[in-house]
């Protein structure tokens, strides 16, 4: 599939003479290059560009679009990140003039159908969580964590509790937990994973004393296991004056199913970009709205929309408790709008349907490639399995070769090397968005892998052979990245 992906800069392709676009010339009075722009503004030598033809430039540039892989145009089992397909119709809800042509800083009048839908998205996120309350505004999902660390802490606070300095963090915790923490003031304290990949239990009692402010769990946790003591473990913070926040980046599996706030959670953030099909979007714009409590509620983020008894909404700075603003204006409303087109186009029972589809798939690949790669943990899988290429290691070929050899076979390759606590760690999503027919092919390349570890493992440590970048040196590539077309590094 992939051998098409050969590369040459455009300046290979470029000769001497070739034109794509006619500048205009200028005339008195006209636009144009020659008289418009004064001769102390003219470059003295002829800028280095590329000379083609308008049609070898488009297929130049339609050619470079498709080199990198994405779920448009691949398999992509990102395990935590839960790249699903970003339906279509989210992008047309999103671009309504009325939404595109309102202005931020319009009055509440004026964007009454904006507001409204924000308030329809609070509620749906409130539901889904089984959590009363909803700021929308964190801009992803570590920003939504560090809303909610802040949040703890003003509650803490306004008991007088400043010794509550400690958050407890699992060993499999995704990197973005103890980072919010430390942004938020708090020191971590790690708890041991049991040899089932839960929480141990033992330790939890542990680690408890008064200076613990709260836990952050990510259920299911990232090794996909669903925490089978999430409820004792609420028990025991709460007995203890903590809190228990949940990282809901895994959400995908539980929806409709179980609602973290029937098990104990007091707060927790969506990744929207996760869990409801809008765009990852390279670093940004996200969502990471968090969910929280009747105790929680007053520390929330303003704005608020609020609805008033005449149906009409409006945006409420009036908080007196809350930590203020995490975010300008509203969030990023465009992704906003994109999730409610989701949840709206699916409803209550599909989006049951879409966790038990993301399951199944997941369950699907464990039982296709189980045995041929080693599976570290029994428990039932939910959304996502994580292996480990310890059988491989064997032939010391590492997760780092059977994930580069996964891009020759035309497969974005799981994530490798997390959670940390899984050595050659290689964790598989799928999600729900997945026919059968991918799965097989993607179970096929992954058993082909297995048998070239042991046949020819030099193949897959030269991994990918068929792709216009090879392998690269990746720490050199940190270190002295090479961002031009012509392989001059920056000086
Ligand atoms: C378990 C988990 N928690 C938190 C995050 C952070 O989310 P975001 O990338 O939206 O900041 C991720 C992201 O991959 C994650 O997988």
């Known amino acids: 599939m992939s051998t098409h992906r050969t590369a040459s800069t455009i300046f290979e392709i470029s000769r001497p003479g070739r034109r794509g676009i006619l500048p205009p010339t200028c005339e008195p009075g006209l636009p144009g290059i020659d008289s418009c722009i004064p001769g102390h503004l003219r470059r003295q030598v002829p800028a280095e560009l590329p000379e083609v033809s308008e049609l070898d430039g488009i297929r130049h540039y339609t050619r470079m679009s498709t080199l990198n892989f994405a779920i448009d145009n691949t398999f992509y089992p990102l395990g935590s990140c839960t790249m699903k397909y970003n339906p279509r119709l989210n992008e047309v809800a999103a671009s309504k003039p009325g939404f595109t042509h309102s202005h931020p800083l319009a009055r509440a009048e004026e964007v009454q159908g904006f507001l409204e839908a924000m308030h329809a998205l609070e509620l749906i996120l409130a539901e889904v969580s089984g959590l009363p309350h909803v700021s929308l505004q964190p801009a992803a999902g570590a920003h939504g964590e560090l809303t909610a660390l802040m949040m703890i802490r003003a509650y803490h606070l306004e008991r007088g509790a400043r010794e509550r300095e400690v958050i407890l963090i699992p060993d499999s915790a995704h990197g973005t ?84 706030g029937d098990f104990g959670v007091d707060v927790m953030h969506y990744n929207l970009h996760k869990t409801f099909s809008t765009p990852h979007g390279g670093g940004g714009p996200g969502a990471g709205p968090i969910a929280v409590t009747n105790t929680l509620e007053p520390y929330l983020p303003v704005p608020r929309v609020v609805r008033s008894r005449d149906g009409k909404f409006s945006l409420s700075e009036n908080h007196p408790r809350s930590i203020g603003k995490v975010r300008s ?18 409803g209550p029972a599909d989006l049951r349907a879409v966790s038990e589809h993301a399951v199944l798939n997941a369950n699907y690949i464990r039982a296709g490639l189980d045995g041929a790669y080693h599976l570290p943990y029994g428990a039932p899988s939910m959304h996502e399995v994580v292996f480990s290429a310890k059988i491989q290691k064997q032939f010391s070929v590492r997760a780092l070769d059977i994930a580069k050899r996964l891009c020759d076979l035309g497969f974005h390759p799981p994530t490798i090397y997390f959670p940390l606590i899984v050595s ?14 991918t799965l097989d092919q993607f179970i096929q390349a992954m058993l082909q892998i297995a048998r070239e570890s042991e046949t020819k493992p ?34």
């Open 177 to 260: 937990n103890p980072s919010s923490c430390t942004i938020a003031g708090f020191r971590t304290r790690e708890v041991k994973s049991g040899k089932d990949g839960t929480v141990d239990m033992d330790d939890l009692r542990a680690k408890m004393d008064p200076e613990v402010a709260g836990m952050m769990i990510t259920n299911p946790n990232t090794l996909g296991i669903f925490e089978p003591n999430i409820q004792e473990i609420s028990s025991i913070l709460h007995a203890a004056g903590g809190l228990l926040y949940m990282d809901g980046a895994n959400m995908n599996a539980i929806l409709g199913i179980a609602r973290p």
């Open 458 to 491: 030099e193949l897959l440590h030269n991994a990918p052979v068929t792709l216009p970048v090879k392998r690269l040196d990746e720490v050199n590539a940190v270190k002295t990245p090479v961002l031009t077309c012509c392989g001059t590094s920056p000086q």
């Open 424 to 437: 050659e760690a290689l964790m598989i999503e799928p999600t729900e968005t997945e026919s059968k027919e």
């Open 329 to 346: 204006y509203f969030g990023n409303s465009g992704i906003l709008l994109r999730a409610l087109a989701y949840a709206w186009a699916h």
